[in-house]
């Protein structure tokens, strides 16, 4: 009965009004696909700048659930992590932007933050799973299909974790189940593992390897603006949106007389009829 | 400020993802010990000389009537070989554990009479003899790459092959994987008893 209340009292103050919640659902979505596609650019270029041997037409692909990674014998972590770090700088500020009219400066920093480390560890993870898998020759057999299934789907996990957690640890304090929005950034990478093993495995061979990111950008960004949205909804007193919708809604309201018990629920007090009637004569 | 259950999602998080990462990490290393890595080759595991002197041994053993138990794939089937292959008898055949022949039967269909030990070593020289000489297709008409995998053991006191099998790798030109398929059905003597002629 009280939980019933509480909703009812968070859909009503404490959650945007439908302009603001579609306009934000939108942008955010927007903003999500755009750095995640530009940020796999910026970030290849930016590992292409620093080991040019692993860019080029020529190069040899290994298997990857996201950005393009070469086939090369040698672990290449020192042009892999500035790879990452800057698609996790790209996503930070279009996020950041999206959610600057909800959060204060020290939310927003947090939420950089989290966004660049997370991001770039879920490059780095992709990285050094697809590395390791040059060379695979997998059985093409029920045991195989799952094996290839169970890792790519597996990376996918891990992607999802990478970038989910940290910005999952912001929410924490501000909405009531911060693990929503880690499942939300587990359907993109996820869906994209599984469409990736049926394509190996009908195809032979990644033939949208170009077009991986975009692709779980597309599902990360409607699953974790659909999230998001909810969470607005379901914030803790803590969320500094709470306060920014409530006062919005509330000057919104018309504004009432105090009543005698300070109550609403009881009637302004009436005047004394021998002064009303006073009035009345005037 | 971090709250101590802040503190301890961030923990656990961190490690389940860093145990996910080793799992699929390990599950790969694991995968490539199973099943060997890519190389650009064919590969073999004997020579034509290994097999000439697998087969000399089985020549010098006079070994004429045997019963032969193979494992291969569903199938195990139990053979009577009298007269080095010109009597072949069916004892028993299992599919998938089920019985399917109990009792004394002529075996007709090629691929039984194909069980006996010369035919075995048929197979293993026709495959090693194309290994040697390279007459197998390099590529499909896919424009697929492909590369055969030749495993054979040899009994070590009789010489009589105990274990064949051949895959096949199939990989485009990028290389991002490589399927392997059976070529040649893996065959593999479970038990053998010689009858008579030693």
């Given amino acids: 009965m009280q939980l019933n209340q509480q909703d009812e009292y968070a859909r009503r103050y404490q959650s945007p009004s439908g302009c603001v919640f579609w306009f934000t659902r939108l942008g955010w979505a927007f903003a999500t696909f755009i750095a995640f596609t530009l940020g796999d650019v910026l970030g290849k270029a930016v590992e292409a700048l620093l080991a040019p041997e692993t860019a080029g037409a020529g190069v040899r692909r290994a298997m990857s659930i996201a950005q393009p990674v070469d086939a090369g014998a040698s672990l290449n972590l020192l042009a892999a992590i500035p790879g990452g770090l800057v698609a996790g700088v790209v996503l930070a500020v279009c996020q950041c932007l999206v959610l600057l009219p909800f959060m204060k400066r020290s939310g927003i920093l947090e939420w950089a933050g989290a966004t660049i480390v997370g991001r770039a560890a879920a490059w780095v993870a992709i990285y050094v799973i697809s590395k390791q898998t040059v060379g695979l020759v997998v059985d093409r057999s029920m045991g195989g299909l799952v094996f290839l299934l169970a890792l790519l789907v597996g990376t996918g996990v891990i992607a999802g974790l990478a970038v989910g957690l940290p910005q999952s640890l912001v929410l924490y304090r501000r909405v009531q189940n911060p693990a929503q929005w880690v499942a939300a950034n587990l359907s993109g990478p996820v869906v994209i593992g599984m469409l990736v093993t049926l394509i190996y495995y009908i195809q032979g061979e990644n033939v949208v390897r170009d077009f991986n990111t975009g692709f779980a950008a597309v599902i990360t960004a409607i699953s974790t603006s659909i999230a998001l949205t909810d969470m607005f909804s379901h914030a803790t007193s803590q969320a500094e949106w709470t306060q920014s919708f409530r006062s919005r809604k509330e000057q919104a309201k018309a504004p009432q007389q105090e009543t005698v018990l300070g109550s609403s629920l009881y009637r302004p007090p009436q005047p004394p009829p021998s002064q009303s009637r006073r009035d009345d004569a005037k | ?197 030693r």
Avoid at chain 2, 68 to 80: A, V
Avoid at chain 2, 87 to 99: E, K, W, Y
Avoid at chain 2, 148 to 155: E, G, I, P, S
């Fill in chain 2, 1 to 197: 400020m971090i709250s101590e259950g802040q503190r301890r999602y961030a923990l656990f998080g961190s490690a389940g993802t860093i145990v996910l990462l080793l799992a699929c990490l390990a599950s790969i290393a694991l995968y490539k010990q199973a099943v060997p890595p890519f190389v650009e080759a064919n590969t073999e595991n004997i020579s034509s000389a290994d097999y000439e002197a697998a087969f000399l041994k089985w020549q010098e053993s006079g070994i004429d009537s045997y019963e032969i138990t193979i494992h291969s794939r569903n199938d195990d089937i139990t053979l009577r070989v009298a007269g080095g292959g010109a009597s072949v008898v069916v004892v028993r055949h299992l599919l998938d554990g089920q019985p399917i022949v109990e009792s004394d039967m002529d075996a007709h269909s090629t691929r039984l009479r194909n069980m006996t030990v010369d035919r075995l070593f048929e197979i293993v020289r026709g495959t090693v003899e194309a290994h040697e000489s390279n007459n197998l297709p390099q590529s499909d008409n896919e424009g697929r790459s492909l590369f055969y995998d030749l495993a054979v053991r040899f009994d070590p006191t009789a010489g009589y092959p105990v274990y064949i099998a051949q895959h096949q790798r199939v990989t485009r030109p990028s290389h991002e994987i490589t399927w392997r398929e059976v070529s040649l059905i893996p065959i593999e003597v479970k038990n053998f008893i010689v009858s008579e002629g």
